[in-house]
């Protein structure tokens, strides 16, 4: 079987969609199984390494909508596949191929308020039909593909829930940990990334030694002003903000750090509170449906509704080694749902059922 996939999120550098289309990658590159089928990866510019043995397609142009909708589909046709897979919440609809589509969440249905008018119209469009047209809608828990089935009106059947790996941060565990807070995440209005500064404020002015890192680019819509609120606590290097991190980088930070707060209320996962506990960082999370999904019992939990509990949950995580020893030892059972082999193995299963 000839399965095309979309694979512009893995040219350049790499987040959320391109990290999980690397994961299924290097799986099916030394699975006996997917070395019954032949892969073809599309993208908009040259990707520097293919990992495995996979036919790479150049479709140039720019990475936007226009490309997937336009300009990819007469490639399609061209290479006579029978599949293709698009991992990006949207697929090109001008394809006679049969499609498959991976759904990380419906924010876009569901909060509208958090997305520029022509932006949420797009998704909101282009996810429905895409849904709509596919013979298959993987998506990464529970919670997401309730969320698929009741705002996209896709049914149960066509449903399927695989959660995928996560990337291990193999930390030094002789290094001594810092009094360090993370955020490791795009910066989205639902992630209240000013509320958890302004929760760590006082109390990096009472432990000189403690401070925040946080790591992701400013995508929120309304515009927050994440620069403005780190200035206004004058807490000067004991907040840094890194617009993006390398992987070395990250690894460096997790393996400092001694508690991760991600105080989302809405994910279609949640992947960096998980990539926190395989390196031993335990974490601080808004009570939700998905992140309790997620996690178990390993993470403190704080209610939407009570800000003022945050930074007494975050002080735990920093100081009190009883606390921090229970969360942490909830963290295998909660990662043993993760792995990029059973995630990899899985998709295929649904790929060749279509």
């Known amino acids: 079987m000839r399965i095309g996939i979309d694979a512009r999120e893995i040219v350049g550098r790499q987040t959320g969609v391109g990290r999980y289309l690397s994961g299924l990658l290097a799986e099916w590159s030394t699975g006996d199984r997917a070395g019954a089928h032949e892969f073809v990866l599309y993208a908009h510019d040259t990707i520097p390494q293919p990992p495995g043995p996979f036919v790479t397609r150049v479709v140039p142009g720019t990475s936007g909508t226009w490309w997937q909708q336009v300009q990819l589909p007469r490639a399609v046709r061209d290479d006579r596949l029978d599949l293709f897979f698009s991992l990006q919440n949207t697929a090109p609809l001008l394809v006679s191929t049969k499609t498959a589509i991976l759904i990380h969440d419906v924010s876009f249905v569901a909060h509208p308020e958090w997305f520029r008018f022509r932006e949420?119209?797009?998704?909101?469009?282009?996810?429905?039909?895409?849904?709509?047209?596919?013979?298959?809608?993987i998506t990464p828990s529970e919670f997401s593909g309730r969320e698929i089935a009741q705002h996209l009106h896709v049914p149960a059947s066509r449903i399927h829930v695989i959660p995928p790996g996560v990337p291990v941060r193999r930390t030094d565990s002789r290094s001594a940990r810092e009094p360090k807070v993370l955020f490791v995440g795009s910066i989205f209005n639902r992630r209240h990334?000013?509320?958890?500064?302004?929760?760590?404020?006082?109390?990096?002015?009472?432990?000189?030694?403690?401070?925040l890192d946080i790591v992701g680019d400013n995508r929120s819509y309304p515009h927050e002003d994440v620069m403005?609120?780190?200035?206004?606590?004058?807490?000067?290097?004991?907040?840094?903000?890194?617009?993006?991190?390398?992987?070395?980088?990250?690894?460096?930070?997790?393996?400092?750090?001694?508690?991760?707060?991600?105080?989302?209320?809405?994910?279609?996962?949640?992947?960096?509170?998980?990539?926190?506990?395989?390196?031993?960082?335990?974490?601080?999370?808004?009570?939700?449906?998905?992140?309790?999904?997620?996690?178990?019992?390993?993470?403190?939990?704080?209610?939407?509704?009570?800000?003022?509990?945050?930074?007494?949950?975050?002080?735990?995580?920093?100081?009190?080694?009883?606390?921090?020893?229970?969360?942490l030892g909830a963290a295998p059972e909660a990662l043993a749902r993760f792995s990029w082999a059973r995630a990899a193995r899985e998709t295929l299963q649904v790929l060749e059922r279509c």
């Open 228 to 327: 403005g609120a780190i200035e206004r606590e004058q807490l000067g290097s004991q907040i840094t903000w890194h617009r993006y991190a390398s992987d070395d980088q990250l690894t460096d930070l997790y393996g400092r750090a001694r508690a991760f707060v991600f105080l989302s209320e809405y994910e279609g996962l949640g992947m960096t509170p998980l990539e926190a506990l395989t390196a031993g960082v335990p974490p601080v999370l808004f009570d939700t449906a998905v992140a309790r999904e997620t996690c178990g019992d390993a993470a403190l939990y704080v209610p939407r509704n009570q800000p003022h509990d945050i930074r007494p949950a975050i002080e735990q995580l920093l100081f009190d080694e009883r606390v921090r020893s229970k969360v």
């Open 193 to 211: 990334v000013p509320d958890l500064i302004a929760a760590v404020a006082p109390l990096l002015r009472v432990h000189s030694s403690a401070s």
């Open 120 to 137: 949420g119209l797009r998704l909101r469009w282009l996810s429905r039909a895409g849904a709509a047209n596919a013979c298959a809608v």
